[in-house]
């Protein structure tokens, strides 16, 4: 099956600093590719997602960049706010009529104010 | 919209019983999956319902089970619990099979004693 591998596992960056998670995944087949958000008590939460056919994608201070070749992710957020201090999880799935994701070990992100 | 919404929010059970939780997805969204988050496994897929029917089904013993109903409500059940069953479950509703957006409810907390 698939296995999608997460770095770091703990961030801190200062506020309006830059923060970058990377993931790898092992099945070429993966291409669909979604970040979430987990904060304390709360399930995760979507905040975006890369289908294989697109190379980038941003949403505000949040970006997602994907190289098929190398079989590996990003997620950017930039001018951090403390509000974005939460776990992150990155996740990989073949779109075969079927909604099982396979997750990354999640990165813990502290933004300093 | 409401969204995701999981009953009860925390579970305290002891070894050999058995637990069923509950899973109420958006509105108009018919399928419902199930994940088992550990701090040490990570997020895991359990199993995914659409049209009342098991669509797919993650690695995890028998002793799990679920089931959909007609008004795409869902259940999960864990009979004869073991201590390593602690965790969070969490349920995740999307439109169909095949819309990938996977929105997550807050999760049912089961401690296992």
């Known amino acids: 099956g698939e296995n999608v591998e997460q770095h770091p596992s703990t961030l801190s960056v200062q506020e309006g600093d830059s923060a970058v998670i990377k993931c790898t995944y092992s099945d070429s087949a993966s291409n669909y590719f979604p970040w979430y958000k987990q904060e304390l008590g709360k399930g995760p939460q979507l905040i975006i997602d890369i289908r294989s056919n697109v190379g980038e994608k941003k949403d505000q201070r949040i970006a997602v960049t994907l190289n098929k070749t190398a079989k590996h992710f990003s997620l950017h957020i930039t001018e951090t706010q403390p509000e974005d201090s939460a776990v992150y999880f990155c996740?990989?799935?073949?779109?075969?009529?079927?909604?099982?994701?396979?997750f990354g070990t999640g990165t813990r992100l502290t933004v300093i104010p | 919209k409401a969204g995701v919404t999981q009953t009860p929010r925390y579970l305290i059970k002891t070894r050999g019983q058995q637990v069923t939780l509950s899973c109420s997805p958006i509105s108009g969204h018919r399928s419902v999956s199930w994940y088992q988050q550990t701090p040490g496994q990570g997020l895991q897929f359990l199993f995914e319902y659409f049209s009342e029917t098991q669509r797919n089904k993650g690695n995890f013993p028998g002793r799990f089970s679920g089931r959909q109903f007609s008004n795409s409500r869902s259940e999960m059940n864990v009979s004869t619990l073991e201590l390593g069953d602690s965790a969070l479950y969490l349920c995740?509703?999307?439109?169909?099979?095949?819309?990938?957006?996977?929105?997550f409810g807050s999760g049912t907390q089961l401690s296992v004693l």
């Open positions: 996740a990989a799935s073949i779109r075969t009529g079927a909604n099982n994701l396979f």
């Open positions: 995740a509703s999307s439109l169909t099979l095949t819309n990938e957006k996977l929105f």
